[in-house]
């Protein structure tokens, strides 16, 4: 439904705008290199503009801290809707190694609404590019959530049917099979 | 600006030509040391939670949710990719893999749960550290007076702040 939607809404070119609450600059400059002519995404339309009003999508960077959490929700409220919002990089999708601190209060999506996740730290400007892409439809997304559990306990046992002789002796020994 | 300077700007302009990758469309293979998103390998995983202590994130859960089964959960939202798991683990059961292209639109999607059968320590019955001083003495064998609740009583009243402590000096002195 939010494929559709975002196919039917942001068909032709995403203005985006550029949000760091308290990052440590790795994802900037990531976001930065995704701009430059090797990783050109102006082929998709996709356009770095400096006020959230004029923006369709924010990128935000780093952890809501106590101090910017206010102005990283004025900035969401400030953008017209029909509004996305990205998380680039380890902070803004997790909280970051000092998620536990006093000034940190967490990922962003505490603060505001975030509809794609791109982890990493910081993540490539490929893994942006791909963030993007499948945002628009372009590729779909590769991960899935794992699941295993064990059903029998994996000790290694002795099996009598697997006496085999050696020379003179006779080896018993422990298999790896349970 | 003469023409010749226009033309040699043209003739500069062509000589360097597209350098802009094609990327969603064609793979951009990674450098052979490069480390993505780490992947468990559950055959191999024994449950020690090295990874678990080590990891910087914390992002890397492990709970006891009865004696023999152990569940390791890697959540992945703020994993930074350092690889310390993969390090310190003793049967190498975790691999940094080349994985990069993880954007998601739910978070779940970067999970890896793992349910293990765990043994059970034939002293301790179970290899962590306890909190309480009463659940210390527990593993060190004293057994509970009161079976069936898994309680301790004491004879003395003094660990009800409410209750005067002098009639247990006299219990003592009895």
């Keep these: 439904m939010l494929k559709n939607l975002c196919q039917k809404m942001f068909g032709r070119s995403l203005w985006v705008y550029h949000a760091n609450s308290g990052g440590c600059n790795g994802c900037d400059i990531e976001v930065l290199n995704v701009l430059t002519p090797y990783y050109d995404v102006e082929r998709f339309g996709i356009k770095l503009v400096g006020s959230p009003r004029h923006a369709d999508v924010m990128l935000c960077q780093g952890p809501a801290m106590r101090a910017t959490a206010r102005a990283l929700r004025c ?15 380890g902070c803004a999708c997790g909280g970051g190694i000092w998620h536990d601190t006093y000034a940190v209060l967490g990922p962003v999506e505490k ?17 942006i590019i791909y963030g993007v892409a499948v945002a628009t439809g372009l590729v779909d997304k590769k991960v899935a959530p794992v699941e295993f559990k064990q059903l029998e306990m994996p000790i290694p046992r002795y099996h009598p049917e697997d006496l085999r002789g050696q020379g003179e002796m006779v080896v018993y020994e422990k298999v790896e099979k349970l | 600006m003469s023409i010749a300077s226009k033309l040699k700007e043209a003739m500069v302009g062509l000589k360097a030509g597209c350098v802009t990758l094609d990327y969603p469309a064609q793979p951009r293979p990674v450098a052979e040391n490069f ?31 009865c004696q023999e089964i152990r569940i390791l959960k890697y959540l992945g939202r703020r994993c930074t990719y350092c690889g310390r798991c993969a390090e310190v683990c003793p049967e190498k059961a975790i691999t940094m893999s080349h994985e990069y292209e993880t954007a998601t639109n739910r978070i779940g999607d970067l999970r890896q749960r793992l349910e293990l059968f765990m043994s ?14 009463l659940e210390q003495l527990k593993l060190k064998g004293y057994r509970f007076d009161d079976l069936e609740n898994e309680r301790w009583i004491f004879r003395s009243r003094s660990y009800l702040e409410s209750e005067p402590v002098v009639e247990d000096i006299q219990i003592e002195l009895d």
């Design chain 1, 75 to 89: 900035a969401y409220d400030a953008m017209p809707s029909p509004k996305l919002v990205f998380a680039i990089g």
């Design chain 1, 111 to 127: 603060v505001i609404p975030v509809n794609f996740y791109i982890p990493g730290c910081p993540p490539r400007p490929e893994a």
């Design chain 2, 35 to 65: 480390r993505g998103r780490p992947i468990f390998d559950a055959q191999k995983c024994i449950g020690c939670a090295g990874c678990a202590n080590n990891c910087p994130a914390r992002e890397i859960l492990v709970l006891d949710v």
């Design chain 2, 120 to 133: 059970t320590c034939q002293r301790c019955g179970r290899c962590f550290k306890e909190s309480s001083p």
